[in-house]
């Protein structure tokens, strides 16, 4: 998968206060197991709750793809936010054309905006930890850094949102390890990859974008797009004419498999 590492300065200005953050006493104990090798089907009556309150049950440590809307459905999945410039506006084309979503939220773009998370959760869309400050490298880092990272936003969304888990764990750029992917999982939240990437966060013009997704569906139904990082109009304008495009062609929305 790529690793969408250039351009990303604005990241680096919120890092300092993301490594910041304090380990919440939750009574949960700092994961310290090596991962084993990592394979098989989802744990039995695996089913984490996107309602509040409970703790999640294990799912399925490999890196999700598939929809569950069926052969003919699709996953749209929005990276990098919350941003009040931005994630309003998607917002608005989803509920417009009548699709749900899963958000890839940032630990420290969720703890910024938490009213955004919950209009997210409100609208019937899925919270995804996507770290707490979008390291690109963190497969390189130690295990308990990974842990740090994936475990501090994951608690940071839950607050955000009012109470409500994230069913997913996008690593940022795809720097899945089999540490991070048997620890999200344990947590109940499912790997979640991408078939589709966009590159709208390089802002390449609304008709590449468009011309993106539809050249490459053909490789899954995991559709990547980013709601922050900077100015998204491409990224806005492109879901105008992707959403109806996608129903045009008969596909159905749905969320990645768990």
């Not at 990241?11 to 380990?23: E, F, I, P, Q």
């Not at 888990?165 to 947590?187: C, D, E, N, Q, V």
């Amino acid at each position: 998968m790529a690793r969408h590492g250039g351009g990303r300065g604005w990241y680096g200005k919120v890092v300092g206060a993301a490594l910041g953050v304090t380990m919440l006493a939750v009574g949960a104990s700092v994961w310290t197991a090596q991962a084993d090798s990592v394979g098989g089907g989802p744990a039995s009556g695996a089913s984490a709750s996107a309602a509040p309150g409970g703790a999640a049950e294990a799912v399925d440590v490999s890196i999700a793809h598939a929809s569950d809307a069926g052969p003919r459905g699709v996953n749209i999945t929005i990276d990098d936010g919350p941003d009040p410039a931005w994630t309003p506006q998607v917002l608005d084309l989803l509920d417009e054309y009548g699709v749900k979503a899963t958000f890839c939220m940032t630990g420290v773009q969720a703890e910024a905006y938490p009213d955004l998370v919950k209009d997210v959760v409100a609208a019937g869309h899925r919270l995804c930890d996507h770290s707490v400050s979008h390291d690109t490298g963190m497969d390189k880092k130690p295990e308990a850094y990974q842990s740090k990272e994936i475990l501090d936003a994951e608690r940071m969304i839950i607050k955000a949102s009012g109470g409500v888990r994230p069913m997913y764990y996008r690593a940022p750029g795809g720097a899945f390890t089999p540490y991070s992917r048997k620890l999200a999982a344990s947590h109940g939240m499912r790997p979640l990859g991408w078939n589709v990437d966009t590159k709208d966060f390089e802002r390449p013009g609304t008709d590449a974008i468009v011309a993106t997704v539809q050249r490459e569906l053909a490789n899954g139904p995991t559709i990547l797009f980013h709601d922050a990082g900077g100015d998204r109009t491409q990224t806005v304008e492109a879901l105008r004419q992707v959403l109806p495009w996608l129903k045009e062609q008969g596909y159905a929305f749905g969320f990645p498999v768990r």
